[in-house]
């Protein structure tokens, strides 16, 4: 079975130009979650997604930040304009009925985001 | 807030030394505690979890055991391997905030053959 896939693995852009990260999470998985992974840091969420509706977004920098999960399957992380301190990597991860806490969450490879 | 504190490395050890990860928490209510890893270049994976009190998960020769009287979930290996060589996160998360992953700021191991 197909993990979560992510794309681009890799981006580097200049300041204030515009960047969008996709997520395909693993089939049947209704929750789906970005967080971001500053460099020697552990990740921090950004956005939950269950089913189409954003439940958790109270991290995302709204001025910037934009994601969307149309049709409750796959997933765009928008960030216009990038900023210098954007450099990241913003991973997608998902999960199957996230009512019990235990529940495992699996993660993509990331997409790592370099911005000069 | 719920937070995760986990000693700070790199941790340089050589191959099959004892591996202790020290990991301790602060949460309201009754957590999940994981670990994931990280492997270079690759993204995290679930190496493992428990979700109660006392509750001891393994996977590929790691322990941990959820302390619930020490706030603890410390990550332990009886002998590396070169290829244990990782990031080791651990993290919590609680049923009231649905699937939302708390890490801690993650350990570099190093096995040198």
């Known amino acids: 079975e197909a993990g979560v896939v992510q794309s681009p693995r890799y981006k580097i852009i200049e300041k204030k130009q515009p960047v969008a990260f996709w997520c395909n999470p693993i089939s049947g998985h209704n929750t789906l979650y970005w967080y971001r992974q500053n460099l020697g840091q552990g990740p921090e969420l950004l956005i939950r997604y269950e089913n189409e509706e954003a439940v958790d977004d109270s991290q995302l920098p709204k001025d910037r930040f934009s994601a969307e999960r149309l049709k409750g399957v796959d997933s765009t992380l928008k960030i216009q304009p990038a900023e210098l301190g954007d450099s990241a990597v913003y991973l997608c991860a998902s999960s199957y009925n996230p009512a019990s806490s235990g529940n495992t969450i699996y993660f993509g490879e990331g997409s790592w985001l370099t911005v000069v | ?113």
């Open chain 2, 1 to 113: 807030g719920d937070s995760v504190t986990q000693m700070e490395g790199p941790v340089t050890l050589s191959e099959e030394a004892f591996l202790t990860i020290n990991c301790t928490y602060t949460a309201t209510g009754y957590p999940s505690l994981f670990w994931y890893v990280q492997y270079p270049g690759e993204g995290l994976q679930l190496l493992l979890k428990a979700t109660k009190a006392d509750d001891k998960g393994s996977n590929k020769g790691f322990e941990a055991t959820y302390r619930k009287e020490t706030t603890s979930f410390h990550l332990e290996k009886g002998s590396v391997q070169v290829s244990d060589s990782a990031v080791y996160f651990c993290a919590l998360s609680k049923g009231a905030a649905g699937n939302k992953l708390t890490f801690g700021g993650g350990t570099r191991v190093l096995v040198k053959p």
